[in-house]
């Protein structure tokens, strides 16, 4: 049987809705910079990945000799493997599956072999996704988490310096920001893995470097991501983590036949049990909010960067601005 377990507790860290104030715990004001995830953060061109990289390693436990009397069982299990290493590079993900099947009595599949599969069946989807924002059958707000693009331009022109720092590959993300308008508000501040160096890369190093480059005290960053890696480090620094916990379905684009569009679920957003699941990951890693998306929070967001209590300032037809101004070198 699987050697991993997944017991779940009641959340107990401060969740919110669109009336609710902000935890009095939180720190307000005092920041200079926020660092986003990506994938699952701004971006939802990659949803439904985890379902994707599931299967490889499902596939890959029975190739590796190993069996299962509960195929749904032993599917839980590998998502939880999946969810929990969430934020690191799917390589290095691949590497914890092999150790996984050793110690269960497998032989170990090669790490960049189902990474190479994972990555071969999410372009498949992904590229599909391209052409439809390319060819205009799918805007590419689409894409987004609901109230990215406000909360983006509404930081900005606070002035606030924004990093991206991803777990997935360098040029991809660059692609993706691009398509997704999303790029200018980052300039070069853009962090992930590239090529080779994708398993030694390292979030944590990726934080300490931009702490030192940009003189940052670790109480001056905000974290958000979906992610418990970031979370963690985050909070590592003395930094103030927001997790997000998004409801993402793929659902049809009735306005263009053919296209799919990703959005998330604006009920109860913890009744679905992966956002549970989600919301139960960030607590435990340290989250001191946890938000189903941004433009549900936007007043109580903003207050908390700006340290003031919450008004309705959040643009309703943002613009994407040009490149911040000059920045240290990376």
């Not at 590796?64 to 934020?87: E, F, I, W, Y």
């Not at 590229?127 to 987004?144: D, F, H, M, N, S």
């Not at 990703?262 to 960030?282: G, H």
């Amino acid at each position: 049987m699987i050697n991993i377990t997944s017991p779940l507790s009641q959340c107990t860290k401060p969740l919110v809705s669109a009336d609710e104030e902000l935890p009095a715990t939180l720190r307000r004001g005092g920041y200079r910079a926020v660092l986003f995830d990506f994938d699952g953060t701004l971006s939802l061109l990659r949803a439904g990945w985890p379902a994707v990289m599931t299967e490889v390693l499902c596939e890959a436990w029975y190739t590796a000799g190993l069996s299962t009397t509960d195929v749904t069982q032993l599917r839980r299990q590998l998502l939880h493997l999946v969810l929990s290493t969430n934020g690191m590079p799917p390589l290095r993900q691949m590497e914890l599956f092999a150790e996984l099947v050793r110690s269960n009595g497998g032989v170990p599949p090669s790490p960049l072999q189902c990474a190479t599969i994972y990555q071969q069946r999410l372009q498949q989807r992904l590229r599909q996704r391209y052409e439809q924002i390319r060819q205009g059958k799918t805007p590419a707000e689409r894409w987004l988490v609901p109230g990215t693009q406000q909360v983006l331009e509404a930081l900005h022109r606070r002035g606030l310096l924004l990093f991206l720092l991803s777990g997935t590959d360098y040029e991809q993300v660059q692609t993706e920001a691009e398509l997704l308008g999303l790029a200018p508000f980052f300039a070069q501040r853009l962090f992930a893995p590239k090529g080779q160096e994708a398993v030694a890369f390292s979030k944590g190093q990726v934080v300490d470097q931009i702490l030192q480059t940009y003189r940052l005290q670790g109480g001056e960053l905000l974290g958000i991501g979906d992610g418990v890696v970031e979370t963690r480090e985050v909070k590592r620094v003395g930094g103030t983590a927001i997790g997000l916990a998004s409801a993402e379905t793929v659902a049809p684009d009735t306005s263009s036949p053919g296209a799919m569009s990703v959005t998330a679920k604006d009920p109860s957003f913890l009744s679905d049990p992966l956002v549970a699941d989600k919301a139960e990951r960030l607590a435990a890693a340290g989250a001191d909010w946890i938000i189903p998306d941004y433009h549900r929070v936007m007043p109580q967001l903003l207050a908390l960067v700006d340290g003031t209590v919450p008004t309705n300032d959040s643009p309703s037809q943002p613009s994407c601005p040009e490149a911040p101004g000059t920045t240290p070198s990376e």
